[in-house]
Structure formats: C-alpha cells, structure tokens
C-alpha cells in the first residue's frame, strides 16, 4: 500500500504561478512511476505528467507542454508540479497517483494507475 498526500493547490489568475506538491509514504516497492491528473467539472479526469523515479524521464499530456514541469525530491519523498502560465481551462480538481511498472515506457500519462490521493482543487480565473 502506498500513501499519497496532495497539496499546494489554491486560486490564482490567469497568467500566474501555483506549485503542487505529493508525499508518498508506505510500500516504496509499490511505486516507481508516479503522476499528476486532473477533473473538472462535467469532464473526464485527463492526465497532466508523470516521471519515472529510476531515471526521472518525465512525460507531459499536450494541453500542458513547455507550461508545467513534474519533479522529485528523493529526500522529502515527493513529487511536485511547478505550473506556470496558467489558463482558466486549468481549472480542476488535481490528483497524484502512484503505480509500478516493469518498463519506463508504460509510466505515462495513458497509464492505469493503483493509488491515488484526496486531490488538491486548483481554481484559474481570467
């Protein structure tokens, strides 16, 4: 079992900055891929990035490209997500989520993942 622990989220307008952080704690052997979603209202959750912790080879879902950036602190345990230029279509409930793979290849934002967090709402006004 893993536990995640988001937080960091809050109100900005658009055009600023806001940078979430996840701690994981429990079963380390559970994790080595580790990623950043997100919901809004009356959407499907869509995934935002994810890093592989072996190698820290990241991949970003194409609404977000040269915007955000996923990091990790091997020290703290946790993952981050620096958002930068944020639009009001940023706007959404944002989730960290954990799961193992045996491939960098399969730690992507398309992946099913096995643990999630409570979420951190992230609010974009224009």
């Known amino acids: 079992q893993v536990q995640l622990v988001e937080s960091g989220g809050g109100s900005v307008q658009a055009g600023g900055s806001l940078r979430l952080s996840c701690a994981a704690s429990?079963?380390?052997?559970?994790?080595?891929?580790m990623g950043w979603f997100r919901q809004a209202p009356g959407k499907e959750r869509e995934g935002v990035a994810t890093?592989?912790?072996?190698?820290?080879?990241?991949i970003y879902g194409d609404s977000v490209k040269g915007r955000f950036t996923i990091s990790q602190d091997n020290a703290k345990n946790t993952v981050d997500l620096q958002m930068n230029s944020l639009k009001p279509d940023d706007t959404g409930m944002y989730y960290c989520?954990?799961?193992?793979?045996?491939?960098?290849?399969?730690?992507?934002?398309?992946?099913?993942?096995?643990?999630w967090g409570q979420g951190t709402q992230v609010t974009v006004s224009s």
């Open positions: 989520a954990t799961r193992f793979v045996v491939h960098r290849v399969l730690c992507n934002v398309g992946s099913d993942f096995a643990y």
């Open positions: 429990g079963n380390a052997a559970s994790s080595n891929c």
């Open positions: 890093i592989y912790t072996g190698s820290g080879s990241t």
